[in-house]
């Protein structure tokens, strides 16, 4: 028995794939590192030596030569055991073949059929010679190579070739090592380049370039191939295009995500590539994995806080083997730092943190420190705010945007136009910027970025609030919204510093934006907990009050109308202390307001014309209008609807002049209800349908919701029921997502109303 195993063995040896079993174990190492060494898929060795392979090319078998640093010697034993492809196979130069055993994939490419087939158009256009596949690391460039070379394979009738350069750490490598993959070498004088040249001359060939992005300076060298071979096509990917004459760049983006992460079906999320990939690597590594209504929600969360990278997904989904989503969900970010990936990726790929840390590793150090700091910003960001935050130490205001153009080119940070107001709008994609943010606090940098980031939204914030109530109002309000998330990063900074001073500033400009865009109930927290934080602590009088006065604005919009006027009158006695006559006569107007809405007309009246007399003193034309809608309203509520009428219409104007469409929309809408009360009911419905008009315009929530109520009424006056508990159900709906109870109990009552007139109509 035992002559017979020596004797099979002997006969064994003689074949290709036992040799290279036997020299990868007297090197010491595994498939999967001999793999990676020399640039092939696990599966590629374990082929070759169990023999499913038994003719490798000879580019293939100096790859693997040069990965075992093998002897001359060796290395034409080697060569020597591959079984012959023929008789002239010995006196043949290597032909240039499509070798892509290396780099099958072994999972499909989801989500990804418009960019193929834009690729495709232009690997087929003449006049594109070099693609550059770019994007953030993890993002799925090599594989959207791979995958378009496959399919355009048939273009290229000498042959596809794949080269990887990720192992590579000179630029003066890349040529003599795509030289080596197509199986030349250096003779009679004659260098690798030339080599290489003269080869591909004549031959329509695509060469796919994997990872240039730390090897740039080769890039003109590659350009020079191109140029000398003219059938040569060359598809690269990178982190930052090659920056070459005739370069075609094509940004690879993100994933498409899922729709919603509210209460999303599962087949919403399984729609998307994202949710699409997420649930197939889910279950390739626990079957009983199924993506259902219970979990649905959540893994489209995992999907948005992803961004859609794939490498984040699968990386992620490989913890479900032992982690449900939604705990997955809570531990995302340590499930991106540790390694999960599988055994045969490159080890810069097992984990989320290791793929940035290739990028990050690129960059020089002034390109670093404004990659860190710009981690602060949360939703993006303008130039103007890189500059006042990214500048410090040695970078001053005027390198940003030089150092942010070259971030945009290594993939780090996204640019996309900024919409309607022209610029350009900046920023990273979730798992870049946990990454980047992890790198700050390393530096020891976040406290001071955080503080200038802060700093620079107060200013914003600040310089906003007058206009909202001007001719620019909607600009300031959408760029408010716009930077939602920086100013709520600025706010959560404040509070967790203690910054009680700078927190209260910032709620104190940002309530009437809270209003508009209908933030009532978080817009009222923030406020809330600055005030009862200020306790004990130094705080200017102006700040509190002017912080006083928004907590009673929104807490009135949430028909709460007690705690308003306690706020209001907290204000009012500040105000009155510090001697500010316009800040008083802003807190009359208010409180006329608040007064007339708790029903107690005698306070509002009086409040009003105090109110209005100061204003018109001051030239305050805002609060003279707010005052004098609250005496028309007064006066609509006893009977004198004339003197109604010409109270709103002087508000009216008065707000024209200002150019406040807010205040040109609530004025209306008092005129509306005066026409439908003189039973003018086509002249109430012109008005309240230009009401709400300019409130939509607006994106004023809290506004539409109340214009809605009214042409409901209008409708209701009109005979047009169906329409009327339309309207009703629709205004209900948005008091109930504002937290409006006076709106809510006034939209209820208009629908039991009509449910009792349907009711007697059917009688």
Not at 180 to 205: I, M, Y
Not at 656 to 680: F, I
Request: glycine share 10%; net charge neutral; hydrophobic share 45%.
């Amino acid at each position: 028995m035992f002559g017979q195993r020596a004797e099979l063995r002997a006969v064994a040896d003689t074949s290709f794939g036992a040799r290279l079993r036997r020299l990868r174990e007297v090197a010491g190492l595994t498939q999967e590192e001999l793999a990676a060494r020399a640039g092939l898929s696990p599966n590629a060795v374990g082929a070759l030596e169990r023999g499913v392979r038994r003719r490798p090319y000879p580019h293939t078998v100096r790859s693997l030569a040069e990965a075992l640093e093998l002897s001359e010697s060796e290395r034409a034993a080697l060569l020597a055991s591959v079984p012959k492809r023929g008789a002239a196979a010995a006196t043949a130069a290597p032909e240039i073949v499509a070798e892509f055993a290396v780099t099958v994939p072994h999972t499909p490419l989801l989500g990804r059929e418009r960019e193929l087939e834009e690729i495709e158009a232009f690997l087929r256009n003449p006049g594109v010679r070099l693609l550059t596949l770019t994007g953030t690391g993890g993002v799925g460039k090599t594989r959207l190579a791979i995958q378009a070379a496959r399919d355009t394979a048939g273009l290229f009738p000498d042959g596809v070739a794949f080269v990887a350069l990720a192992s590579l750490g000179d630029p003066s490598l890349v040529v003599p090592t795509v030289a080596r993959s197509l199986g030349l070498r250096e003779a009679g004088g004659q260098s690798l380049g030339e080599a290489l040249r003269a080869r591909l001359r004549g031959k329509r060939l695509l060469l796919v370039l994997d990872n240039f992005e730390h090897l740039l300076e080769a890039a003109p060298e590659v350009a020079g191939l191109i140029e000398d071979c003219p059938d040569l096509v060359v598809l690269a990917t990178s982190r930052a295009p090659l920056r070459v004459r005739g370069e075609q760049e094509y940004p690879v983006g993100p994933l498409a995500l899922p729709a919603s992460t509210r209460s999303p079906a599962a087949e919403e999320v399984l729609g998307s590539p994202s949710g699409r990939l997420f649930a197939e690597r889910a279950r390739a590594v626990s079957p009983a994995f199924r993506l259902e209504r219970g979990n649905a929600a959540v893994v489209a969360a995992i999907c948005w806080r992803l961004a859609g990278l794939p490498l984040a997904l699968e990386l992620a989904a490989a913890r479900v083997r032992f982690l449900d989503p939604a705990t997955l969900l809570a531990r995302l970010d340590r499930a991106l730092s540790a390694p999960s990936g599988a055994r045969d990726l490159p080890e810069r790929q097992r984990t989320m943190w290791a793929t940035l840390d290739w990028s990050y590793d690129l960059l020089p150090e002034a390109e670093r420190a404004l990659f860190r700091r710009l981690s602060v910003f949360a939703g993006g960001f303008s130039l103007e705010a890189a500059e006042e935050v990214g500048a410090s130490g040695s970078i001053a205001a005027e390198d940003v945007l030089e150092l942010l153009g070259r971030l945009v080119e290594q993939s780090l940070v996204a640019a996309e136009p900024a919409g309607e107001e022209g610029g350009v709008r900046y920023g990273m994609l979730e798992p870049v910027r946990q990454y980047a943010r992890e790198k700050l606090v390393e530096s020891g940098e976040a406290e001071d970025a955080q503080r200038r980031h802060a700093a620079y939204f107060l200013r914003l914030a600040e310089e906003a609030e007058p206009a909202l109530i001007g001719p620019e109002e909607e600009v300031w309000m959408d760029r408010l919204q716009r930077e939602h998330d920086n100013l709520r990063a600025a706010l959560r900074w404040a509070k967790e510093r203690g910054e009680v001073e700078a927190g209260l500033r910032l709620v104190g400009a940002l309530n009437w934006f809270w209003w508009m865009r209908g933030y009532l109930a978080e817009g009222r927290g923030w406020i809330e907990g600055f005030l009862e934080a200020a306790h004990g602590l130094r705080a200017t009088d102006g700040t509190r009050a002017r912080a006083l006065l928004g907590a009673g604005r929104l807490a009135i919009a949430q028909g709460d109308l007690d705690r308003s006027f306690a706020f209001l009158e907290q204000s009012l006695a500040m105000y009155r202390r510090l001697g500010d006559e316009a800040g008083i006569a802003g807190l009359l107007a208010e409180l006329g307001q608040a007064a007339r809405a708790r029903g107690d007309d005698e306070r509002a009246e009086a409040l009003s014309e105090e109110g209005l007399r100061l204003s018109r003193a001051l030239q305050d034309r805002r609060s003279a209008a707010i005052s004098l809608i609250t005496l028309g309203n007064i006066a609509r509520r006893r009977g004198d609807l004339g003197r109604a009428a010409d109270l709103f219409e002087e508000a009216l104007a008065l707000f024209k002049e200002l150019g406040h469409g807010r205040g040109l929309a609530y004025s209306l809408c008092n005129l509306g209800v005066v026409a439908l009360e003189r039973g003018e009911a086509g002249r109430a419905l012109e008005l309240h349908q230009e009401s709400l008009g300019l409130y939509e315009a607006l994106k004023d929530k809290a506004g539409r919701a109340f214009a809605l109520t009214n042409l409901g009424d209008t409708a209701h006056a009109l005979g047009e029921e169906d329409r009327a508990f339309s309207l009703y159900e629709e205004s209900l709906a948005l008091h109930r997502k504002l937290g409006n109870k006076r709106g809510i109990e006034r939209a209820l009552k208009r629908l039991e109303r009509g449910r009792q007139s349907a009711k007697l109509r059917e009688a």
